[in-house]
């Protein structure tokens, strides 16, 4: 098992910067239309485009494991707004409602809040750059 627990910290960094990479294509469809999708288009002033700035902007910010933490702990409440708000009133399970996406997001950002961005990220060379000017 050590093996496998060597790479636990690598997989963390990919886990978060694949999961930035698919949450910031809802940011795409939605503020520039691509890929076009149902979700393409919408006014930003409205609740859709306000989450399409939060997509784009947080996805990137997950992709390169800029301020991880803070980052994923917004997204992680914001997902679960969407599933109370759009998903959970359609019926109680996730699979009947649609919600399944919203609530997995939901938990995977939580869990980066907790865990934060692993080794391959901006978060760790700030920090790693911040010791090296202590000394």
Known sequence: M????RLEPHLLSLLRAVTGLLFLQHGFTKLLGW???PMS???VSSM???AGLFEFGGGILLVVGLFTRPVAFVLSGMMAVAYF???APQGFFPIVNGGELAATYCFVFLYLCVAGPGP???D???K???KSAKH
């Open 128 to 130: 790693s750059l911040g």
């Open 41 to 43: 288009g919408v006014d």
């Open 85 to 87: 708000m759009v998903h």
């Open 48 to 50: 859709p485009g306000i």
């Open 120 to 122: 391959w990220s901006l």
């Open 35 to 37: 890929p076009e999708t």
């Open 2 to 5: 050590s093996f496998l627990s």
């Open 124 to 126: 760790a060379k700030r």
